[in-house]
């Protein structure tokens, strides 16, 4: 598949995952979210722009458990837990968080 | 062979029987593909990138080298008699209702094929033995069908004559990907454990820092330095764990718990980032080749750590693969202490350490869950625990019921040899088969909502990397909460009181320096 940003095609894969990490932009990450039917806002920009800094430095997806904690720090001792995560990004914060974030799908048993 | 005397009666409330055949739906299922393997990932793997002109001689010589070969393979197409018996023990079966994934219905996909060309009557009489030409829609037939068989044998267990279903499947799949029709899923992950060594991609930077962070989360909730050693030479045991339990909820709770255990045993243990995946998804595929591989890549870690013993995570294929075929594939592993089981299951350990009481265990530190046992597929029909028969029901069982209050069983006739898969298992974790994986998965939904309703039960346990993310996945379908799976070494690290321990108190803010923070600010553009 592919998506179409103010005229130009950004290539994904079946599952909607950008094949070049290097065109993303915050417009496109909004495009995949209306996809997504997300509604993008300041808390779900927060783990966005947390998965694409945690992947810049270690080439990967940060843990499940590693991003609650940052979310933990930044949003509050409530919101630091699996289930608010997925209020979030319902179809689970690894998988369709990195999908808007334009990073891999994180594979495996996962 | 296992005795026909099943008793599938359970005792009847108002939840349906999990058991229950399905309204029959022909075709139902036909629709159902995984996403296919580009050709890079095929290649990676030894097989053609793509479909080849001479695909069908191809096709028939692949099979007929494994009749040749396998002599497992042949009698199991030589000498069904259509029974029956099988017909309505496959969980997709029953979840679907598609008579395709009637395990017989979906072997004869291939024993037809396999008649035509190899048997005397369906060469000359093919009709009278029901046997089909190979055209592109057969393999398009075994495409969709095999990809919806998780190699779990629950059939198996009730054939009168013993076949097993999922050594046809890998036997399809294995000739499917020699004539470059692989599945992304699974041939996409093998490439990834050759070039980073696990399934998941974590390089060994990753790897050191989750862990380190880990670390610093147990001494924050315990006030004790429990360590989680990457690539120690010298360390005694080598952990080889699905990455997922790096990576996913609930799989790392049970990390911890492992990890904990080694600490109060006193033994000296590492990961290896070269050798960081239990899961052998070569077994899946059928491809004795890349199981051989990756079981290789374990021994070499061994070897260059040094390590006296081997241990495996909880991860139901992992140990389906380690405990038939590392010795054999991977080995020779004289190099390790004789002494101990080679390899050992993580549950044989800390089974092992709380019969010798170094284990400090308060059960009623578990008190809030009400608990059954979820057999993985692989583990109770695949393999074995300990030294006496049916050490792979009994130790997982012994171990929850030394550190829980509250355990119960669910149904007869869907636990032990007779256990039913999660509906993730062989090759079908995957996000483009999520239709089969939840029909797959009800049998077993219904058999936990029985004993939610019998027994008040609020979290089920499972040993296994697929099980775990399945059920995370299914819960929620039916009407569970998502976080009611639980791994068994996380009601361990529960239950445990490690000495000098001091529990974290909850009031107390966390010690958070370590956290990257999040920046708060607009995105500002791609930076990668």
């Given at each position: 598949?592919?998506?179409e940003?103010?005229?130009?095609?950004?290539?994904?894969?079946?599952?909607?995952?950008?094949?070049?990490?290097?065109?993303?932009t915050?417009?496109l990450?909004?495009?995949?979210?209306?996809?997504e039917?997300i509604?993008?806002?300041?808390?779900r920009?927060?783990?966005v722009?947390?998965?694409?800094?945690?992947?810049?430095?270690?080439?990967?997806?940060?843990?499940?458990?590693v991003?609650?904690?940052?979310?933990?720090?930044t949003?509050?001792?409530?919101?630091?837990n699996?289930?608010?995560?997925y209020?979030l990004?319902?179809?689970?914060p690894?998988k369709?968080?990195?999908?808007?974030?334009g990073?891999p799908?994180?594979?495996?048993?996962? | 062979?296992?005795?026909?005397?099943?008793?599938?009666?359970?005792?009847?409330?108002?939840?349906e029987?999990p058991l229950?055949?399905?309204?029959?739906?022909?075709g139902?299922?036909?629709?159902?593909?995984p996403?296919?393997?580009a050709?890079?990932?095929?290649?990676?793997?030894?097989?053609?990138?793509?479909l080849p002109?001479?695909?069908?001689?191809k096709?028939?010589?692949?099979?007929?080298?494994?009749?040749?070969?396998?002599?497992?393979?042949k009698?199991?197409l030589?000498?069904?008699?259509?029974c029956?018996?099988?017909?309505?023990?496959c969980?997709?079966?029953?979840g679907?209702?598609?008579?395709?994934?009637m395990?017989?219905?979906?072997?004869?996909?291939?024993?037809?094929?396999?008649?035509?060309?190899?048997t005397?009557?369906?060469?000359?009489f093919?009709?009278?033995?029901?046997?089909?030409d190979?055209?592109k829609?057969?393999?398009?037939?075994?495409?969709?069908?095999?990809?919806?068989?998780?190699?779990?044998?629950?059939?198996?267990?009730?054939c009168p004559?013993?076949?097993?279903?999922a050594?046809?499947t890998?036997a399809?799949?294995d000739?499917?990907?020699?004539v470059g029709?692989g599945?992304?899923y699974?041939n996409?992950?093998?490439?990834k454990?050759?070039?980073?060594?696990n399934?998941l991609?974590?390089?060994?930077k990753?790897?050191k820092?989750?862990?380190?962070?880990l670390e610093?989360?147990?001494?924050?909730?315990?006030?004790v330095?429990?360590r989680i050693?990457?690539?120690e030479?010298?360390?005694?045991?080598?952990?080889?764990?699905?990455?997922?339990?790096?990576?996913?909820?609930?799989h790392?709770?049970?990390l911890?718990?492992?990890?904990?255990?080694?600490?109060e045993a006193?033994?000296?243990?590492?990961?290896?980032s070269?050798a960081?995946?239990?899961?052998n998804?070569?077994m899946?595929?059928?491809?004795?080749e890349?199981?051989?591989?990756?079981?290789?890549?374990?021994?070499?870690a061994?070897?260059?750590?040094?390590?006296k013993?081997i241990?495996?995570?909880?991860?139901?294929?992992?140990?389906?693969?380690?405990?038939?075929f590392?010795?054999t594939?991977?080995?020779?592993?004289?190099?390790?202490?004789?002494d101990?089981?080679?390899?050992?299951?993580i549950?044989?350990?800390?089974?092992?350490?709380?019969q010798?009481?170094?284990?400090?265990?308060d059960?009623s530190?578990?008190?809030?869950?009400?608990?059954?046992?979820?057999?993985?597929?692989?583990?109770?029909r695949?393999?074995?625990?300990g030294?006496?028969p049916g050490?792979?029901?009994?130790?997982?069982?012994n171990?929850?019921?030394?550190?829980?209050n509250?355990?119960?069983?669910?149904?007869?006739?869907?636990?032990?040899?007779?256990?039913?898969?999660?509906g993730?298992?062989?090759?079908?974790?995957?996000?483009?088969l999520?239709?089969?994986?939840k029909k797959?998965?009800?049998?077993?939904?219904?058999?936990?909502k029985?004993?939610?309703e019998?027994h008040?039960v609020?979290?089920?346990v499972a040993?296994?990397?697929?099980?775990?993310?399945?059920?995370a996945?299914?819960?929620?379908?039916f009407?569970?909460e998502?976080?009611?799976?639980?791994?068994?070494?996380?009601?361990?690290?529960?239950a445990?009181?490690?000495?000098?321990?001091?529990d974290?108190?909850?009031?107390?803010d966390?010690?958070?320096?370590?956290?990257?923070?999040?920046?708060?600010?607009?995105?500002?553009?791609g930076?990668?």
């Amino acid at each position: 598949m592919a998506y179409e940003i103010d005229g130009n095609t950004i290539e994904a894969d079946e599952e909607g995952y950008i094949t070049d990490l290097s065109v993303w932009t915050p417009e496109l990450a909004g495009l995949i979210a209306k996809d997504e039917n997300i509604e993008m806002d300041d808390e779900r920009w927060e783990v966005v722009n947390f998965l694409r800094d945690y992947y810049e430095e270690y080439q990967i997806a940060p843990a499940v458990r590693v991003l609650i904690k940052a979310v933990k720090k930044t949003m509050g001792k409530e919101k630091g837990n699996n289930k608010y995560l997925y209020t979030l990004f319902p179809y689970g914060p690894a998988k369709q968080a990195c999908k808007i974030a334009g990073l891999p799908k994180p594979t495996g048993c996962v | 062979m296992v005795e026909l005397a099943i008793d599938n009666k359970i005792s009847r409330t108002s939840v349906e029987d999990p058991l229950a055949p399905p309204c029959m739906t022909p075709g139902a299922m036909a629709g159902s593909k995984p996403y296919m393997a580009a050709p890079e990932h095929n290649i990676k793997l030894g097989f053609p990138g793509e479909l080849p002109d001479d695909w069908k001689e191809k096709a028939i010589a692949r099979m007929g080298y494994l009749a040749e070969t396998n002599r497992a393979f042949k009698v199991y197409l030589d000498t069904c008699m259509k029974c029956g018996a099988c017909t309505d023990k496959c969980h997709y079966y029953m979840g679907s209702g598609d008579p395709k994934n009637m395990p017989v219905a979906r072997q004869d996909l291939l024993r037809g094929v396999y008649r035509r060309y190899f048997t005397f009557a369906g060469k000359y009489f093919p009709k009278l033995v029901g046997a089909v030409d190979l055209t592109k829609e057969v393999l398009d037939d075994w495409y969709s069908y095999y990809h919806q068989c998780s190699e779990c044998r629950r059939c198996a267990v009730f054939c009168p004559i013993g076949i097993d279903t999922a050594e046809i499947t890998m036997a399809a799949r294995d000739i499917l990907d020699h004539v470059g029709i692989g599945q992304k899923y699974s041939n996409e992950i093998i490439g990834k454990v050759m070039d980073v060594g696990n399934n998941l991609g974590l390089n060994p930077k990753a790897l050191k820092a989750t862990m380190a962070d880990l670390e610093e989360d147990i001494e924050d909730e315990t006030g004790v330095a429990v360590r989680i050693p990457v690539d120690e030479k010298g360390a005694d045991i080598l952990l080889i764990t699905p990455s997922a339990d790096f990576f996913a909820e609930p799989h790392i709770d049970g990390l911890i718990g492992y990890a904990k255990v080694f600490h109060e045993a006193g033994v000296s243990w590492t990961v290896s980032s070269y050798a960081s995946e239990a899961a052998n998804f070569g077994m899946f595929i059928g491809s004795e080749e890349n199981m051989a591989v990756l079981c290789k890549r374990i021994q070499k870690a061994a070897i260059e750590l040094g390590v006296k013993r081997i241990i495996f995570g909880e991860c139901g294929h992992a140990w389906r693969v380690a405990y038939n075929f590392l010795n054999t594939l991977g080995g020779p592993f004289d190099f390790l202490d004789q002494d101990y089981p080679i390899p050992q299951h993580i549950l044989e350990f800390t089974w092992g350490e709380l019969q010798k009481g170094t284990l400090n265990i308060d059960k009623s530190r578990n008190d809030e869950y009400r608990l059954t046992y979820h057999d993985s597929c692989n583990v109770a029909r695949a393999s074995r625990m300990g030294d006496e028969p049916g050490g792979q029901f009994e130790i997982p069982r012994n171990v929850l019921k030394a550190v829980t209050n509250n355990y119960f069983e669910m149904p007869e006739g869907t636990t032990k040899e007779q256990t039913l898969c999660c509906g993730g298992g062989g090759g079908l974790l995957t996000d483009d088969l999520m239709d089969i994986r939840k029909k797959g998965a009800s049998p077993r939904m219904h058999a936990l909502k029985q004993v939610e309703e019998d027994h008040g039960v609020t979290h089920m346990v499972a040993i296994c990397a697929i099980c775990k993310t399945q059920f995370a996945k299914m819960m929620p379908e039916f009407g569970f909460e998502r976080d009611s799976i639980l791994s068994v070494h996380q009601l361990v690290s529960n239950a445990l009181i490690m000495e000098g321990q001091v529990d974290e108190d909850d009031d107390e803010d966390d010690d958070m320096d370590d956290v990257p923070a999040m920046s708060g600010a607009p995105a500002t553009g791609g930076s990668l």
